[in-house]
């Protein structure tokens, strides 16, 4: 009979890779030998997802701050009529609505969800048998809600970085003041206290708690990478003897440093030295955008929208559709972080798709190297241009990528998943 682990993410149906993550862990545990309730915020109303077997979704509701700013910064949309022209790659700004949840929602905008959530895990918790909780950061609120159900109930906690909380060079804007940043070094350590391991999803993550936590830790920090579903491909499309475009694919989140400022530069000298067209050469984009600067005066100086296919937030077997018809996948590792592993390093080496990694040495180029899964191309147009002409001689000879396969599979869905479950039979011990 299955152990009962809760697991406690929110949103656990979403496009985000932190969701699907989720819900890869929750599919894949009861094969080995762990039976997933979680514990969520509820599904969006258009939502066409289906619970995998064996997982039991609690979908705990509370003010949903996210559709509150929205009806405040606009008015309803209606749907786009058929034959609207595509949508284009603009940059969201960082608004009101950004700087009301840095202020007053800490540790983030999903606090209304904490108090409903800690009942209805009470409630669980009491009525059932459970061996473990399973906490996954980010929101950091759900680390909050672990650790009061493990204090009050004694059940072993497990909490996931996926994210780093203080400190993150992606969020540390989100402690605006000294009080602030107080406020979340306190939340985070009294979380930390009640867990009985802690887990990260890359090393830089886990070396940075090691060193900056010290004696809140329970012990070493875990490593449980983030991996791909080889189940979640679509089958290929029918080959064609009609020639296809070179294409180069971006699916993902484009935020803040990880800018693709350097990559358009090198993309629209590529483009004049081949001598290509829109019909020959593609960049095919998917995914939202958030704080880039200057990103139209980019387009407009390099002269690349027409060779730009955006395609905007789309569901993610789309997305995984868009990747497999590529001819590699451009992965921008910001110049300032070598912490954190874009999800789309492992969804790519899953599709058998090359990466394109524009970064500087750090444990993504290690991966990478290791698996033999693309080329690192440094910050530099000129690199960027090498890197293209590389992979355009590939595509022009037909040669396909030769993976290191036993590399590879290290991070498909059963070993890492089993490796969790491990983890979980640890603590609960």
């Known amino acids: 009979m299955n152990r009962r682990v809760l697991i406690i993410g929110h949103p656990f149906v979403g496009v985000s890779m932190g969701s699907v993550r989720l819900r890869r862990i929750a599919k894949w545990l009861p094969r080995h030998g762990w039976e997933p309730v979680v514990l969520s915020a509820p599904r969006d109303a258009t939502a066409t997802w289906q619970l995998d077997p064996g997982v039991r979704l609690e979908e705990i509701a509370a003010p949903d701050l996210t559709h509150y700013y929205q009806r405040l910064r606009r008015p309803a949309s209606s749907p786009a009529a058929p034959g609207a022209a595509r949508p284009q790659p603009t940059a969201k700004e960082i608004g009101f609505t950004s700087l009301l949840n840095r202020w007053v929602m800490i540790p983030d905008k999903q606090l209304p969800w904490h108090r409903p959530a800690v009942r209805r895990g009470r409630e669980l918790l009491r009525s059932e048998k459970f061996s473990a909780i399973f906490a996954s950061i980010e929101p950091r609120t759900t680390a909050l809600v672990g650790a009061q159900l493990a204090r009050e109930t004694g059940v072993p906690l497990v909490i996931e970085y996926r ?30 206290r009640q867990a009985r391991r802690v887990s990260a999803v890359c090393r830089g993550i886990a070396e940075y708690l090691t060193k900056a936590q010290g004696t809140a830790l329970p012990g070493p920090v875990a490593l449980n990478y983030n991996f791909f579903d080889a189940d979640e491909y679509p089958p290929p499309a029918p080959t064609s003897a009609a020639p296809r475009p070179f294409t180069i694919s971006y699916t993902g989140a484009m935020y803040a440093s990880r800018t693709p400022h350097q990559f358009f530069e090198g993309m629209r000298a590529f483009i004049n030295r081949a001598r290509l067209s829109p019909e020959q050469f593609r960049f095919s984009w998917a995914g939202s955008i958030a704080g880039i600067p200057d990103l139209d005066a980019a387009l407009n100086r390099t002269g ?3 060779f730009i296919e955006f395609l905007g937030q789309i569901p993610h077997r789309d997305a995984l559709r868009h990747l497999l018809q590529s001819d590699a996948a451009l992965l921008i590792q910001a110049p300032g972080d070598a912490i954190h592993i874009p999800g789309k390093l492992f969804e790519t080496m899953g599709a058998g798709v090359p990466l394109f990694a524009l970064a500087h040495p750090c444990e993504v180029t290690e991966i990478i190297e290791r698996c033999r899964a693309g080329l690192v191309c440094p910050y530099s147009t000129e690199d960027v241009v090498a890197t293209l002409e590389q992979f355009h001689r590939r595509f022009q000879q037909g040669q396909r990528w030769d993976f290191a396969a036993d590399e590879v599979s290290r991070f498909s869905a059963d070993a890492a998943v089993g490796g969790l479950a491990k983890l979980f039979a640890e603590v609960s011990q």
């Not at 969020?171 to 350590?189: D, S, V």
């Open 163 to 192: 994210d780093l909380w203080t400190s993150n060079p992606y969020y540390h804007i989100t402690q605006p003041t000294a009080l602030h940043c107080w406020i979340h070094a306190r939340l985070e350590r009294r979380a930390l």
């Open 304 to 306: 690349v929208r027409p």
